[in-house]
T-cell receptor, first 114, second 113 residues
Framework: DAMVIQNPRYQVTQFGKPVTLSCSQT?????MYWYQQKSSQAPKLLFH???????NEADTPDNFQSRRPNTSFCFLDIRSPGLGDAAMYLC?????????????FGPGTRLTVL | EDQVTQSPEALRLQEGESSSLNCSYT??????LFWYRQDPGKGPEFLFT???AGEEKEKERLKATLTKKESFLHITAPKPEDSATYLC??????????????FGRGTSLIVHP
């Protein structure tokens, strides 16, 4: 089945220790998104790639970076995690240019910062 | 600025007790409205896309409707396995060649047996 895969599902890191979360997709979608979701809150868009073009949200902290080496993979780098960065990180994809732009989500990575 | 408000924040139902969840929105130029189901500790699962006022879509016990200002997710004769958070998102804002959805905070539904 075509899908969005995130690894790891659970990540524990120490305050200030860099961490990388990964996302891969078999849907061949050209757009990939990273969201941050805290408990009982709406998913908050951090940035997205339209093909190779990176689009940062205005309020995304500089502490968050992303890479997309090819169509299938996308990475979220948190350079110096703080306690406030503990959250669920969701990767999503969509086939922009179609009539729907429906987003399909991965299972998420739960990040704990000690 | 696009705004999406979902109500109620939480809803408890008895099995078989039908009800509706509301998603009201304020956007400029709606391209689509999405409903997702999110189970605890998991990513959102796509349910429906609605494009224009008057449109309706159904899937098992769920039926989504759309007006010019709001959408309803009707749950008929719910079962305990319908317990989840239901997220609404509206798609209007263009950014970098794509249209970015704005999400509501969701309605947490618990169905008791």
């Amino acid at each position: 089945d075509a899908m969005v895969i995130q690894n790891p599902r659970y990540q524990v890191t120490q305050f200030g220790k860099p961490v990388t979360l990964s996302c891969s997709q078999t849907l061949n979608h050209n757009v990939m998104y990273w969201y941050q979701q805290k408990s009982s809150q709406a998913p908050k868009l951090l940035f997205h790639y339209y093909d190779k073009d990176f689009n940062n949200e205005a309020d995304t902290p500089d502490n968050f970076q992303s890479r997309r080496p090819n169509t299938s993979f996308c990475f979220l780098d948190i350079r110096s995690p703080g306690l406030g960065d503990a959250a669920m990180y969701l990767c999503a994809t969509s086939a922009s240019g179609t009539s729907t732009d429906t987003q399909y989500f991965g299972p998420g990575t739960r990040l704990t910062v000690l | 600025e696009d705004q999406v408000t979902q109500s109620p924040e939480a809803l408890r139902l008895q099995e078989g007790e039908s009800s509706s969840l509301n998603c009201s929105y304020t956007v400029s130029g709606l391209r689509g409205l999405f409903w997702y189901r999110q189970d605890p500790g998991k990513g959102p699962e796509f349910l429906f896309t609605l494009y224009s006022a008057g449109e309706e879509k159904e899937k098992e016990r769920l039926k989504a409707t759309l007006t010019k200002k709001e959408s309803f997710l009707h749950i008929t004769a719910p079962k305990p396995e319908d317990s989840a958070t239901y997220l609404c998102a509206v798609q209007a804002r263009a950014s970098g060649g794509s249209y970015i959805p704005t999400f509501g905070r969701g309605t947490s539904l618990i169905v008791h047996p």
